[in-house]
């Protein structure tokens, strides 16, 4: 009793933070409920939401330049974690998650799954909260792969072949169907939805021994299925394409299957006939290998280093990670980072409600069982390494080069960052 009485969610009323988001369904979520949070503290709020490149490139300036001007900030602590607590960007939070006159009494830290909390701890800091957990999933027309007389791909090695016999099926065309794929070809956003071929057929981004791995034989087949993909099955421009675009294709019934974040089921959802004629799962294990291993990430909030509200900005940490936040959250589609909500009845109603509900959500619960969130050559200049990889495989799907001599000529740059 004593400890409750220490907490006060008014204690910073009248102070006034400084939000900046990533664009990002719970960021687009989060506009509608600030003005809650400033009701419950008096705590007022200025959000800025940026597409993802303007969004880096506003936080960097902030930050080389020390402003107080951003409290908050979206991180990608597996992108940028290491370097990000180098430059001395985060504020360290393990002093107000333990003091009882800051954290909430029931904030509940440990419901937060162990390798979100090891992935916002860096150098025994703790540099932020998790708000989501995601992946790349498999999704495909099932109606489309009916009337096609087509099986659900079992194996990652089957897409391929059933892209092939998408692009000659005239029930595919009449559904719509232009291209039988699409996936990230960006050049720095291709790792993300590359890696689950790599990992899945048996390859690995780095070498036993640590080194760059690309150009071993496993990774070099994971590099060639998913550039064929792209040049044989996707639409024109697909190498400028990252998830909005690849959404807005999925969405409109364009496209008959991608590898997409499982952060866009509720925008995919948004579209007219998807939530019936939509399959979503993993990516398929490889047949030889039979290994799943997808990849996983979460984003995270963290307060800046520089921030002169640091305690109000804590405050406004723990309300937007609460249970009870989670729980509205996951109504816009946003998997929630906390067991408690996750396995909590509000969350299991709302996937029951609707079969592919289910599906996205077992599906979630799979890759945060066995996936990893690493997805590039080890160095912390992760940025740089899948700019890297992209471009190997821009060079395989462009004709320029074959898998093996581009990702062996990757394998050397990414030395360099070693």
């Known amino acids: 009793?004593?400890?409750?009485?220490?907490?006060?969610?008014?204690?910073?009323?009248?102070?006034?933070?400084?939000?900046?988001?990533?664009?990002?369904?719970?960021?687009?979520?989060?506009?509608?409920?600030?003005?809650?949070?400033?009701?419950?503290?008096?705590?007022?709020?200025?959000?800025?939401?940026?597409?993802?490149?303007?969004?880096r490139a506003r936080l960097t300036t902030l930050m080389q330049a020390r402003s107080p001007d951003v409290d908050v900030f979206m991180s990608l602590p597996t992108r940028e974690g290491a370097v990000f607590q180098r430059a001395g960007w985060y504020a360290d939070l393990t002093p107000l998650l333990h003091d009882p006159t800051q954290t909430a009494p029931d904030f509940n830290y440990e419901d937060f799954g162990q390798a979100l909390r090891e992935a916002e701890t860096v150098g025994g800091k703790l540099i932020g909260l998790p708000i989501n957990i995601e992946g790349p999933l498999f999704y495909w027309r099932r109606d489309i792969f009916r009337n096609c007389g087509i099986e659900e791909p079992r194996a990652v090695e089957d897409i391929p072949a059933a892209a092939d016999r998408l692009k000659s099926c005239d029930a595919a065309?009449?559904?719509?169907?232009?291209?039988?794929?699409?996936?990230?070809?960006?050049?720095?956003?291709?790792?993300?939805?590359?890696?689950?071929?790599?990992?899945?057929?048996?390859?690995?981004?780095?070498?036993?021994?640590?080194?760059?791995?690309?150009?071993?034989?496993?990774?070099?087949?994971?590099?060639?299925?998913?550039?064929?993909?792209?040049?044989?099955?996707g639409p024109p421009g697909a190498l400028n394409h990252t998830f909005t675009q690849v959404v807005e294709l999925l969405g409109q019934g364009r496209i008959a299957m991608t590898h997409e974040s499982s952060n866009e089921f509720a925008n995919i959802m948004r579209f007219?006939?998807?939530?019936?004629?939509?399959?979503?799962?993993?990516?398929?294990?490889?047949?030889?290998?039979g290994i799943s291993k997808p990849v996983v990430i979460g984003w995270g909030l963290s307060v800046s280093a520089h921030s002169r509200q640091k305690p109000a900005a804590w405050t406004f940490l723990q309300w937007a990670t609460s249970t009870e936040v989670q729980t509205r959250l996951v109504?816009?589609?946003?998997?929630p980072p906390r067991a408690s909500v996750f396995n909590g009845q509000e969350f299991r109603t709302w996937a029951e409600a609707q079969p592919i509900r289910r599906a996205w959500a077992d599906a979630l619960v799979t890759i945060a069982r066995t996936g990893t969130g690493t997805y590039q050559s080890p160095t912390d200049r992760v940025p740089e390494a899948r700019d890297i990889i992209g471009n190997a495989v821009?060079?395989?799907?462009?004709?320029?080069a074959n898998a093996h001599d581009a990702a062996c000529s990757a394998d050397a740059e990414l030395a360099r960052l070693q």
């Open 1 to 55: 009793m004593a400890q409750q009485q220490q907490f006060d969610w008014r204690r910073h009323n009248g102070a006034t933070i400084n939000l900046l988001l990533n664009n990002h369904p719970w960021s687009q979520a989060m506009r509608e409920m600030v003005a809650d949070f400033t009701a419950r503290t008096g705590i007022r709020t200025r959000l800025e939401i940026f597409n993802e490149e303007q969004f």
């Open 173 to 233: 065309r009449q559904a719509g169907m232009q291209h039988a794929w699409d996936a990230r070809g960006l050049r720095g956003a291709i790792p993300y939805a590359l890696a689950g071929f790599v990992y899945n057929l048996g390859g690995d981004f780095r070498t036993p021994d640590g080194k760059p791995g690309l150009c071993q034989p496993a990774t070099l087949r994971g590099i060639e299925i998913y550039a064929s993909l792209l040049r044989d099955h």
């Open 272 to 289: 007219p006939h998807r939530a019936e004629d939509l399959g979503v799962k993993p990516l398929p294990p490889g047949r030889e290998t």
């Open 331 to 335: 109504q816009a589609g946003v998997a």
């Open 394 to 400: 821009q060079q395989v799907v462009l004709g320029r």
